[in-house]
Nanobody
Framework: QLSLVEHGGGSVQAGGSLRLSCAAS?????????????LGWFRQAPGKEREFVAA????????YYADSVKGRFTISRYNAKNTTYLQMNSLKPEDTAVYYC????????????????????WGQGTQVTVSS
Protein backbone atom coordinates (compact mmCIF):
# COMPACT_ATOMS: atom_id res chain seq x y z
CA GLN A 1 0.00 0.00 0.00
CA LEU A 2 1.28 3.45 -0.90
CA SER A 3 2.12 5.69 2.04
CA LEU A 4 2.90 9.43 1.89
CA VAL A 5 4.63 11.30 4.71
CA GLU A 6 5.14 15.06 4.74
CA HIS A 7 8.00 16.88 6.47
CA GLY A 8 9.22 20.43 6.75
CA GLY A 9 6.35 22.31 8.27
CA GLY A 10 6.89 24.87 10.97
CA SER A 11 6.55 28.49 11.95
CA VAL A 12 8.01 31.39 9.99
CA GLN A 13 7.57 35.13 9.77
CA ALA A 14 5.89 36.77 6.81
CA GLY A 15 8.29 37.06 3.90
CA GLY A 16 10.17 33.96 4.91
CA SER A 17 10.55 30.59 3.19
CA LEU A 18 9.91 26.95 3.94
CA ARG A 19 10.45 23.78 1.94
CA LEU A 20 8.04 20.92 2.42
CA SER A 21 8.90 17.41 1.36
CA CYS A 22 6.73 14.36 0.88
CA ALA A 23 8.26 10.90 0.80
CA ALA A 24 6.43 7.98 -0.75
CA SER A 25 6.88 4.35 0.19
CA UNK A 26 5.21 1.23 -1.13
CA UNK A 27 3.13 0.85 -4.28
CA UNK A 28 -0.38 1.73 -5.31
CA UNK A 29 -3.09 -0.91 -5.22
CA UNK A 30 -2.38 -1.64 -8.89
CA UNK A 31 1.35 -1.96 -8.26
CA UNK A 32 2.48 1.38 -9.68
CA UNK A 33 5.62 3.08 -8.44
CA UNK A 34 6.46 6.71 -7.70
CA UNK A 35 7.43 7.83 -11.21
CA UNK A 36 4.12 6.62 -12.65
CA UNK A 37 1.73 8.98 -10.87
CA UNK A 38 1.08 12.70 -10.69
CA LEU A 39 1.58 14.48 -7.38
CA GLY A 40 -0.08 17.43 -5.75
CA TRP A 41 -0.15 19.64 -2.69
CA PHE A 42 -3.32 20.88 -1.00
CA ARG A 43 -3.86 22.91 2.14
CA GLN A 44 -6.57 23.48 4.71
CA ALA A 45 -6.77 26.57 6.87
CA PRO A 46 -8.78 26.60 10.12
CA GLY A 47 -12.50 26.82 9.39
CA LYS A 48 -12.00 26.50 5.65
CA GLU A 49 -12.26 23.73 3.10
CA ARG A 50 -9.18 22.04 1.75
CA GLU A 51 -7.90 23.78 -1.38
CA PHE A 52 -5.56 22.98 -4.23
CA VAL A 53 -2.06 24.48 -4.13
CA ALA A 54 0.12 22.88 -6.81
CA ALA A 55 0.51 19.78 -8.96
CA UNK A 56 3.22 18.15 -11.06
CA UNK A 57 2.61 15.62 -13.79
CA UNK A 58 4.02 12.13 -14.20
CA UNK A 59 6.22 13.42 -17.00
CA UNK A 60 7.90 15.94 -14.65
CA UNK A 61 7.54 18.56 -17.34
CA UNK A 62 4.23 20.09 -16.39
CA UNK A 63 3.32 22.03 -13.28
CA TYR A 64 0.17 23.90 -12.29
CA TYR A 65 -0.46 26.32 -9.43
CA ALA A 66 -3.32 27.99 -7.70
CA ASP A 67 -3.41 31.70 -8.47
CA SER A 68 -2.85 32.50 -4.81
CA VAL A 69 0.61 30.90 -4.80
CA LYS A 70 1.76 31.38 -8.40
CA GLY A 71 5.18 32.99 -8.54
CA ARG A 72 5.88 32.22 -4.87
CA PHE A 73 5.65 28.42 -4.61
CA THR A 74 7.45 25.80 -6.69
CA ILE A 75 6.57 22.12 -6.87
CA SER A 76 9.17 19.58 -7.94
CA ARG A 77 9.80 15.87 -7.78
CA TYR A 78 12.88 13.70 -7.44
CA ASN A 79 11.88 10.26 -8.65
CA ALA A 80 15.14 8.62 -7.58
CA LYS A 81 14.26 9.48 -3.97
CA ASN A 82 10.49 8.95 -4.26
CA THR A 83 10.04 12.48 -3.00
CA THR A 84 8.13 15.58 -4.01
CA TYR A 85 8.90 19.06 -2.74
CA LEU A 86 7.04 22.31 -2.29
CA GLN A 87 9.34 25.33 -2.03
CA MET A 88 7.41 28.21 -0.49
CA ASN A 89 8.86 31.72 -0.69
CA SER A 90 7.51 35.14 0.25
CA LEU A 91 5.14 33.50 2.70
CA LYS A 92 2.09 35.40 3.88
CA PRO A 93 -0.09 34.95 6.99
CA GLU A 94 -2.87 33.69 4.71
CA ASP A 95 -0.64 30.75 3.75
CA THR A 96 -1.11 29.40 7.28
CA ALA A 97 -2.67 25.94 6.96
CA VAL A 98 -2.12 22.23 7.21
CA TYR A 99 -0.44 21.16 3.98
CA TYR A 100 -1.12 17.74 2.45
CA CYS A 101 0.61 15.93 -0.36
CA UNK A 102 -1.34 13.53 -2.53
CA UNK A 103 -0.78 11.02 -5.34
CA UNK A 104 -2.90 10.61 -8.47
CA UNK A 105 -2.16 7.27 -10.18
CA UNK A 106 -5.08 7.68 -12.60
CA UNK A 107 -3.84 10.95 -14.07
CA UNK A 108 -2.62 11.04 -17.66
CA UNK A 109 1.09 11.38 -18.29
CA UNK A 110 1.01 15.15 -18.81
CA UNK A 111 -1.97 15.95 -16.61
CA UNK A 112 -1.68 18.13 -13.51
CA UNK A 113 -4.71 17.24 -11.38
CA UNK A 114 -6.26 20.05 -9.35
CA UNK A 115 -9.39 18.37 -7.91
CA UNK A 116 -9.36 16.29 -4.75
CA UNK A 117 -11.28 13.44 -6.36
CA UNK A 118 -8.45 12.94 -8.84
CA UNK A 119 -6.17 11.86 -5.99
CA UNK A 120 -6.29 8.43 -4.41
CA UNK A 121 -3.60 8.65 -1.73
CA TRP A 122 -3.01 11.33 0.89
CA GLY A 123 -0.43 12.14 3.53
CA GLN A 124 -1.27 13.02 7.10
CA GLY A 125 -0.45 16.71 6.69
CA THR A 126 2.10 19.12 8.12
CA GLN A 127 1.34 22.44 9.80
CA VAL A 128 2.66 25.69 8.34
CA THR A 129 2.19 28.85 10.39
CA VAL A 130 3.12 32.27 9.05
CA SER A 131 3.12 35.17 11.50
CA SER A 132 2.86 38.83 10.56
Amino acid sequence: QLSLVEHGGGSVQAGGSLRLSCAASGRTASGRTFSSYALGWFRQAPGKEREFVAAISRSDGNTYYADSVKGRFTISRYNAKNTTYLQMNSLKPEDTAVYYCAAAPRAGIFHTPSYENEYDYWGQGTQVTVSS
